[in-house]
């Protein structure tokens, strides 16, 4: 290739990332400050209702692993049938994708709302009272929108897998807006706290998978739904279960690891607990533009893998790992000579303010190079179909690194610090593990198609 050709071709790749990337980070932006507006509102009702929902959130997001996993699994073959330019492929993954999100979805939505109550009791034997009444409340309103959620989930993967991420911010803007509007009407202004809160969702998640429906349902798309979504094609679902199958396992452990740990900051004093509840928080802004990156990098590795371009595919993950980290430094930059001021708007006491100011300037210094490596790097592995080998890595590390160093060095009267120390101990072990994966070539002969 001419020297010529080769800029003209790296504008062009550029040109497209930027295009993927942009609203993708205008979406994360919307999520985290939309999640803050909505802690505030719900706060508002008193502590026994944010308390509620936090747990009962806890509950969710280890119930939602199944479809979430199998939307994520059909978003990455579909990417790889694109790359190939095999458009019935691609239209066949998004049908049976739909379908087996929609069928685990609602098994899942039924088994919790039958049983809610002693699901509740058997996770939470002490929590009793009122707190138990508005836990039941939001987790039934949680469990009958999971089909909704499932729809929407699995369709901004669709949408992501053929680079429409402008068409994913509007729907998410728009959801974002409803949940607000659904929150301020039924919470603040008709006083229904918790059931609110559940029915604010719900709706918010409705809309969210209309909107992507109707989206996906345009046969002017590169990526459609066929009417009706059948017939079943049993070979697509196994390369789904492929993909979806080791991140939902993954997933689960990751997320039982860290209410392992959650165990132990909840022997910590109060002050502890909110630094470090304040520092996840803060943390999340930081982590905005690299979160989009690592979506931008699932299509885009994705369809160079399906179309036979592995150099193209290990290129783009480099110049997309190079690009979280040099957004990340800037966000860590802005948090650590702004942390005071920021750290101020949360009202904590002085005790916690000074072990949060702690947490995030350390979080900043090692944030820069080993989370990108640590979270972004599998995403390209994934994209690529290499599921197993990032599974097995990022469980060994969670759970013979993170959970393990999170006990020993508590016992060493670090506190939550130790906690924190622990996780940076995890990113760099399974960074260094996933770079060498990297290197080699095995991670490019997985391809799915």
């Given at each position: 290739?001419s020297?010529e050709?080769?800029?003209t071709?790296?504008?062009?790749?550029?040109?497209?990332?930027w295009?993927?990337?942009?609203?993708m980070?205008?979406?994360?932006?919307?999520?985290?400050?939309v999640a803050?507006?909505?802690?505030?509102?719900?706060s508002?009702?008193g502590?026994t209702?944010?308390?509620?929902?936090?747990?009962?959130d806890?509950?969710?997001?280890?119930?939602v692993?199944?479809?979430?996993?199998?939307g994520?699994?059909?978003?990455?073959?579909?990417?790889?049938?694109?790359?190939?330019?095999d458009?019935?492929g691609a239209?066949?993954?998004?049908n049976?994708?739909?379908?087996?999100?929609?069928g685990a979805?609602?098994?899942i939505?039924?088994?919790?709302?039958l049983?809610?109550?002693?699901l509740?009791?058997?996770?939470?034997p002490?929590v009793?009272?009122?707190?138990?009444t508005?836990?039941?409340?939001?987790?039934?309103?949680?469990?009958?929108?999971?089909?909704?959620?499932?729809?929407h989930?699995?369709g901004?993967?669709?949408?992501y897998?053929e680079?429409?991420?402008?068409?994913?911010m509007?729907v998410?803007?728009a959801?974002?807006?409803?949940?607000?509007?659904?929150?301020?009407?039924l919470?603040?202004n008709?006083?229904?706290?918790?059931?609110?809160?559940?029915?604010a969702?719900l709706?918010s998640?409705a809309?969210?998978?209309?909107?992507?429906t109707?989206?996906?349902?345009?046969?002017?798309?590169?990526?459609?739904y066929?009417?009706?979504?059948i017939?079943?094609?049993?070979?697509?679902?196994?390369?789904?279960l492929?993909?979806?199958?080791?991140?939902g396992?993954?997933?689960?452990?990751?997320?039982?690891a860290?209410?392992?740990?959650?165990?132990?900051i909840?022997?910590?004093?109060?002050?502890?607990?909110?630094?470090?509840?304040?520092a996840?928080?803060?943390?999340?802004?930081?982590n905005?533009?690299?979160?989009?990156?690592n979506?931008?990098?699932?299509?885009?590795?994705?369809?160079?893998?399906g179309?036979?371009r592995?150099?193209?595919?290990?290129?783009?993950?480099?110049r997309?790992l190079?690009?979280?980290?040099?957004?990340?430094?800037?966000m860590c930059?802005l948090m650590?000579?702004?942390?005071?001021?920021?750290?101020?708007?949360?009202?904590?006491s002085?005790?916690?303010h000074?072990?949060?100011?702690r947490i995030?300037?350390?979080?900043?210094?090692?944030?820069?190079?080993?989370?990108?490596?640590?979270?972004?790097?599998?995403?390209?592995?994934?994209a690529?179909?290499?599921?197993?080998?990032t599974?097995y890595i990022?469980?060994?590390?969670?759970?013979?690194?993170?959970?393990?160093?999170?006990?020993?060095?508590?016992?060493?009267g670090l506190?939550?610090?130790g906690?924190?120390?622990?996780?940076?101990?995890?990113?760099?072990?399974?960074?260094a593990?996933?770079?060498?994966r990297?290197?080699?070539?095995?991670?490019?002969?997985?391809?799915?198609?």
């Amino acid at each position: 290739m001419s020297k010529e050709s080769f800029q003209t071709t790296q504008k062009r790749q550029n040109k497209r990332v930027w295009s993927l990337l942009v609203p993708m980070i205008v979406e994360q932006i919307a999520n985290v400050v939309v999640a803050f507006i909505n802690a505030i509102m719900v706060s508002g009702v008193g502590e026994t209702a944010l308390s509620a929902i936090s747990l009962v959130d806890t509950i969710t997001l280890v119930l939602v692993q199944l479809f979430t996993a199998i939307g994520a699994g059909g978003g990455i073959l579909a990417a790889q049938y694109l790359g190939s330019k095999d458009k019935i492929g691609a239209r066949r993954t998004a049908n049976l994708t739909a379908i087996m999100v929609l069928g685990a979805s609602v098994v899942i939505a039924a088994v919790t709302c039958l049983f809610h109550m002693p699901l509740l009791h058997t996770i939470y034997p002490s929590v009793t009272g009122i707190t138990m009444t508005y836990c039941a409340q939001y987790l039934l309103w949680t469990a009958a929108s999971f089909p909704l959620m499932a729809l929407h989930s699995a369709g901004v993967g669709l949408l992501y897998a053929e680079g429409s991420s402008r068409a994913s911010m509007y729907v998410t803007l728009a959801v974002n807006a409803v949940k607000i509007l659904g929150n301020q009407v039924l919470i603040s202004n008709m006083g229904l706290a918790v059931v609110g809160a559940g029915a604010a969702t719900l709706l918010s998640r409705a809309v969210g998978a209309i909107l992507v429906t109707v989206l996906l349902c345009d046969k002017r798309r590169p990526l459609h739904y066929s009417r009706p979504l059948i017939p079943l094609d049993v070979a697509t679902g196994r390369r789904i279960l492929r993909v979806a199958v080791p991140s939902g396992v993954e997933n689960l452990l990751f997320l039982l690891a860290k209410l392992a740990i959650g165990t132990i900051i909840a022997t910590f004093p109060g002050a502890m607990i909110a630094a470090n509840a304040a520092a996840n928080t803060l943390s999340g802004f930081i982590n905005i533009p690299s979160s989009a990156i690592n979506l931008a990098m699932m299509t885009i590795v994705g369809q160079a893998v399906g179309a036979g371009r592995t150099q193209e595919a290990r290129s783009s993950t480099k110049r997309l790992l190079r690009l979280s980290m040099l957004l990340k430094f800037v966000m860590c930059l802005l948090m650590f000579i702004g942390v005071h001021p920021i750290i101020g708007l949360l009202s904590l006491s002085s005790q916690a303010h000074m072990e949060t100011t702690r947490i995030l300037r350390l979080y900043c210094l090692m944030s820069v190079v080993f989370e990108p490596l640590s979270f972004g790097l599998p995403c390209a592995l994934r994209a690529a179909g290499d599921t197993k080998n990032t599974m097995y890595i990022s469980i060994a590390s969670v759970f013979l690194v993170r959970t393990v160093f999170s006990f020993v060095l508590v016992q060493f009267g670090l506190g939550v610090h130790g906690i924190w120390l622990a996780m940076y101990m995890d990113w760099i072990t399974r960074g260094a593990l996933f770079m060498l994966r990297f290197r080699g070539n095995k991670w490019l002969e997985k391809a799915l198609v």
